[in-house]
């Protein structure tokens, strides 16, 4: 199963949990489109916390991307922004 992951959905979920205060499991599996997929969105969830890209905090009920969390999307956000660069100069070169 974790073979399966898509890098999207990991996007999607820190994103979720970063710019909303009320991030709880409904609102990320929902964000997410995981609603068929409930085990599946834990597990996702499993593996960031223990990355320490998202913390959970029991006494809101709400998952927050961590300092490490916005550092992984500014990176990701980055390198998709290059290669989509990259792909219009190269379009432009044909």
Same mark, same amino acid.
């Given at each position: 199963? @974790?073979?399966?992951h898509r890098p #999207?959905?990991v996007?999607? @979920?820190?994103?979720?949990?970063?710019?909303?205060?009320e991030a709880?499991?409904r609102?990320? @599996?929902?964000?997410?489109?995981l609603t068929?997929?409930?085990?599946?969105?834990?597990?996702y969830?499993? @593996?960031?916390?223990n990355s320490?890209l998202i913390a959970?905090?029991?006494?809101d009920?709400v998952y927050?991307? #961590?300092?490490?969390?916005?550092?992984?999307?500014?990176?990701?956000n980055?390198?998709?922004?290059?290669?989509?660069?990259f792909?219009?100069?190269?379009?432009?070169?044909?």
């Amino acid at each position: 199963m @974790i073979s399966e992951h898509r890098p #999207t959905t990991v996007v999607k @979920i820190l994103e979720t949990a970063f710019f909303n205060n009320e991030a709880n499991l409904r609102k990320l @599996i929902d964000k997410s489109r995981l609603t068929e997929y409930p085990e599946k969105m834990k597990l996702y969830l499993l @593996i960031l916390e223990n990355s320490g890209l998202i913390a959970y905090h029991k006494t809101d009920g709400v998952y927050r991307t #961590t300092y490490k969390g916005m550092h992984f999307l500014r990176t990701y956000n980055h390198t998709f922004d290059l290669l989509s660069n990259f792909e219009k100069s190269q379009e432009m070169k044909v």
